[in-house]
């Protein structure tokens, strides 16, 4: 038990706390939180060598490390993975918000045993399960070069698995809104379309999104599915390859650019629709 | 550090707190004391409840029977009793529903048969009649003398018969269950007519899908891929556990698999020494206490922190809050391959930072070993994931703190409490009740943090007591990346990590079980609606 | 209803896997087996080569298309697959893995046993033998059978250092090395938290370690002598190297970040002298004292391989043969030394004026006189050996401690050779058939105390064999060897129960 003494210095030093001190507290956070980020850009214009170095910002600047990304195998990795998201982004919200939409408003019989048998499934460590995927995959001629689809399907089918946030938030809008619809006449299905969804919009904006951003940072099972064959790679099973022992030396810089050329558009839609984002993480996630 | 005022809560005091209480005796006792004593309670309760359960499945057990019993029963008065066309559909399915003008049902009935009857005949038959011994001839290799070449011919393949026979398992059951119910609309639509009632028609079928069974026709599509692409791969892994797949026998292109019952489980839980070094079993336990640490750790420095930088941007008067938000939010928007990878190198040996304090700055004469050294990677490690973590707890706590409501501070004040105290009696006890199942899922998905240990050191450095385990094993390493090492190792023994897979799910629904019992934030989610 | 309708939905995924999953059960033959030798025709063949290769790759098929007396045309898809996780990326899926593909010989025995390599016709054995330099050979070898084709013979490893803080005069000496580089504030990158790396002070005392395989890849055994008074002497060295501040685990070229030592291979050749320039210095590894007596380091001497997946088609197989054979000829060697200073394993190619006047290859060279030719390394051996260098590392530094690092390591490498009741309850044939010299164990299935072989052999007259258990001369039967009276075709059978062995005609 630490002794109330602490606690009372603790409450003088808080109440002491200026907005001065937290001001500084702040801006050093915020230095540490984007340093990373600002050595990734730096480290992507540099042009005198392509190995890491024990310095940050270059000595020549220039679009070197760009022009390399455009003439390797880099823009089918990202149009392979931009596909990806997309589709998943779309496909996956139609199964979460059903799953979360059903889940959320309809009692059956089988709903309580449902729910409880999808806890337990999420218990399991989906490691495993890639190797037998794999093989589904392989027999349905979905790997390799045909990795794409293939990647779409396992990450929309499982999908969902993750109906929490997105049910928790379809409990916070009034039951009574869907009982006063189906008085009028409504089915359940104009309920679902002409009151709930529109209501959902942040959520499922927030379902779309997070969808979107999975695929970018999709590595093991990617590289499983897609083994030996650069045309299926998506961006992280192809650069990863560049941070090899054979291969770090002659690809940092160009990892650096590929980075930047992957985080920015990502970060871009995410920092206009954050305000969606955080209304689903608040509203959603800590319900489960 | 919960406050204690009043009754002196010492160690002493624990050993009474075992005897239940009434609940008035209950009400008197601190909140800490309310807590251990729930705790102890749960652990004072699993004999009873492992007893409770044996019971209960009994009773399960005997229920099915009966059930069964029941419905062979009621199989049979349908068909003794039953007119012609109720008769046929015990053979023809969807017959009677077709000859009563439900086409629809009847169809959808009648094909599922067909397919059903199609599979088995082409394909069912074969995986299911392999499953028991898993395959009979493995490749042959072969010389043709005239091309000087060696061939290979491939048979069976225990891999493939593994997965398709369980298939067609989940296939038979399937059209059990179908047939069941083919009987039972069979029955209900006699008697409906035998009453005077309609049947529903084809349109009136539809309707209701969008309708009263709307929530079948959502989930029909959802649970779908959960059966094929998590459940069947699940099923398929545990199964494993109990066969010898492995490196040296992949099941196809050189040696097929069998079974070996228990073994595997006999070989992670033996205390025999695993070559040179300690046993499966000790390494497993080590994996786990780490795991367990790096959990609890990796969630709560998150959590409070997380708190902390949330409630520094929210005091009133601090400007530019949705500035600081943003810079912080970046991290969750960039890929974490990109920037744990980044991270990772910049602490090496000879990475950026290293570089930076010894030489630029000249602040040590040696590195620091951030990876080379285990207690150096392990705290390094939960320091990254703070850098990783807290902008989304900020985001989340950002929500809640606002939604306390601002009266029960102002109350608080008027009492003369101070900043801390309203901190320790309301804030964080609104936050730990309404973020306790967030936690939950929190630290078993912490527990099961694959990204941030592979990519940030990959299990180093080199555990060199477990050097004769399976993969090699290093002192970051979780469960779920040994079991990864596992399959991925020299000898890629798949049946090793299905077991430490298996033992991962017992450990997580074990903790889950207990916070369950003891946190009850989290068991009545009507609560939050 | 609707549960219908799911159902119908999951009965359609089961019925498109199923459809595609049982094409392949029943195996269809492979064709014609005799017929004429014309293998001309047209080949889809995937060839998996390291990311620098690729380009090279494509160029060095065309030529072969266009230059070889065979007819056939090979239509590549060449993709980047780096020969370091050539094993990891077969294993996964045999079938889907590349036709021909460029591996490091350590895989050899993994790829062997994952049967993910093809044998070798006669003739392809031949050429690879006849062209191609001893070490090389071995590399590629199991048994008695080669599996693969010899593509370099340059993954060794040497020492580049950095002039400017390390003396041409101090390079023979490791205690000297690492006393400029710890004045100087500099790093040593020795990768010796890796096996490949960590044996080479073994072999530089005299130690060795040898893998007995036999000709199906199976490891029957290991001579190693590592843990005795020599190995000691070896971990004492790498003791000095691993206690130094300067000290780093790793073999990247580390010049630009605080590196005036980096010991690696050819491989960073390129990076390494635009990092140094003027103060580029490469040279054979140093020798360490111990006792007053100097010891040179050693190492592993390595090549590339080329491998050829197993075939169904024999004639697709021998067209593979070939073009695996021009690949690894003198021409294509000597275009990637000229490309990216892979070191040639052809005999021709390596007398080259050229080759020999190449710096990196020159200390190589020189290197290799205290070099181990890497035989087919058993996979877990990686996993145990460079134990040693952390146990030495975390250690007190007491010589008993050393010992213990030792010790330890021997017991984890006999245990990988402690069977399974499988196998030590097994029963096997060894003696003189098929013209073995008692050599290969031949299998037997049992049925109760009956085992019979697996296979009937054709066996003269005088043809000696035991049947013995768990491949030890512990229980063998009979005592004497059986020697066969009358030539024929035979299953061998033995009653283990009563140790009696005959011989029934096929």
Known sequence: MSKSNKHHMGIRTLNRVSNGAIYTLLAIISIIWLIP????????????????VGYVIPQQWGFQNYINLWNSDFKRWYLNTFIIALAAAVLQTVIVLCMSYTLSRFR?????????????????????????????????????????????????????????????????????????????GATRLQVLTKIILPLAKPIVIYTILTAFMGPWGDYVFARYV???????????????SWLTNDQIDRMYTTFCAGGVIVALPVTILFLCLQKYYVEGVTGGAVKG | MSKNRGSNTGGSRIGSLLKEYSDAGYLRLSKLQKFIYKILRFFCSIPRAVGGFFVKLGRIVKKAAISLADNIKDIGATFVHGDWKTKTSFFIMGFGNIARGQVLRGILFLLFEIVFIVYMITAGGYWLSMLPSLGKQGPEQGYDPVLDTYTTLYHDNSFKILLYGVLTIFFIIALIYTWRLNVEQNKLAEKYLKDGKKLKSDKEDLRSMVDENFYKTLLALPLTGILVFTVMPIVFMILVAFTNYDGAHNGFSNNLFTWVGLDNFNTLLSWQSAGGGQSYSATFGEILAWTLIWAFLATFTNYFLGMFVAMMINKRGIKLKKMWRTILVMTVAIPQFISLLYVSKMFAKNGLINLTLKDTLGWISQPLPFWDDPTWARVT??????????????????????????????????????????????????????????????????????????????????????????????????????????????????????????????????????????????KNEEDFQ | MKKLLALIMALAMVLSLAACGDGSTPSEGEGDGGGSADISGTYDVVIWAPEAAVDLTKSQVEDFNKSNEYGITINATVEPVSEADAATNMITDVQAGGDLYFFAQDQLSRLIQAGALSKLGTSAAQFAKDNNNAASILAAQSGSDLYA???????????????????????????????????????????????????????????????????????????????????????????????????????????????????????????????LGDNFGVTDLPSFEVDGQSYHIGSYSGCKLLGVKPQTDATKGAAIARLAQYLTGKDCQLARFNSFGWGPSNKDAL??????????????????????????????????????????????????????????????????FTMSDDVKNAFTVIGSINGDGWTLDLPMTADGDIWTSNEAYTMDAGVEFKCRQGKSWDVAYPADNYVVETAGTYYIQLNAATGEVTLIPA
């Open chain 1, 108 to 184: 059956f019989k089988l709903r309580g045993p449902l729910m409880r048998f999808m806890l337990i499934l999420g218990m399991f460590p989906g490691m495993l399960t890639m190797i037998i995927l794999y093989r589904v995959l392989a027999d349905l001629g979905l790997t390799q070069a045909n990795a794409v689809p293939g990647l779409i399907l396992v990450s929309v089918a499982s999908s969902g698995m993750g109906y929490y946030v997105s049910k928790g938030f379809f409990d916070t809008i009034p039951k009574s809104l869907d009982e006063a619809a189906r008085v009028d």
């Open chain 1, 37 to 52: 980020f600002v050595f990734i850009v730096l480290q992507s214009f540099r042009v005198e060598n392509t190995y890491q």
């Open chain 2, 381 to 522: 490690v939960i320091l990254i994931n703070v850098w990783i973590g807290i902008p989304y707890l900020m985001l989340i706590t950002t929500g809640i703190l606002m939604n306390i409501p601002a009266d029960l501070y102002e109350s608080a004040r008027i009492d003369g409490a101070n900043a801390w105290q309203q901190y320790t009696k309301i804030t964080l006890p609104y936050m730990l009740f309404i973020t306790g199942p967030y936690l939950l899922t929190s630290f078993t998905g912490n527990m099961n943090n694959f990204n941030v240990i592979y990519l940030l050191t990959g299990g180093a450095p080199t555990n060199p007591k477990a050097s004769g385990a399976a993969g090699s094993v290093g002192y970051t390493d979780l469960l779920i990346t040994w079991l990864f090492k596992i399959t991925t190792g020299a000898e890629s023994q798949y049946y090793l990590a299905s077991v430490v897979g298996i033992m991962v799910f017992v450990v997580v629904a074990l903790i889950s079980l207990i916070v369950y019992n003891v946190l009850p934030s989290i």
């Open chain 3, 149 to 275: 084709y010899p593509l370099t013979a340059d993954n060794g490893y040497f020492m580049y250092y950095d002039k400017s803080v390390v003396p041409d005069s101090d390079v023979d000496s490791l205690e000297a090395i690492i006393a400029d580089c710890e004045n100087a504030g500099k790093n040593i990158s020795y990768e010796l938290e890796n096996a490949w790396y960590t044996a080479g002070f073994f072999f530089g005392v005299g130690c060795h370690s040898d893998w007995v395989t036999d000709d199906d890849g199976n490891f029957i055994s290991i001579d190693d002598d590592f843990n005795s008074d020599k190995g000691l002497i070896a971990a004492k060295g790498i003791q000095k190297v691993v206690t130094s501040k300067s000290y780093v685990n790793s073999s990247t070229a580390d010049f630009a970040s605080g590196s005036a030592v980096v010991v690696t291979g050819t491989w960073n050749y390129a990076t390494i002298k635009d990092q």
């Open chain 1, 226 to 240: 897609a083994f030996g064959t650069s045309s299926g790679y998506n961006v992280a099973v192809g650069m990863y």
């Open chain 3, 351 to 416: 007398a080259d004026p050229a080759v020999t006047a190449d710096p990196t290859l020159a200390a190589l060279n020189e290197q290799g006189n205290y070099a181990v030719p890497q035989p087919n390394i058993h996979g877990s051996w990686w996993d145990i050996a460079k134990v040693i260098t952390t146990d030495i590392k975390d250690s007190d530094g007491s010589e008993a401690a050393l010992k213990a690092a030792l010790e330890k390591y021997e017991q984890s490498i006999e245990a990988v």
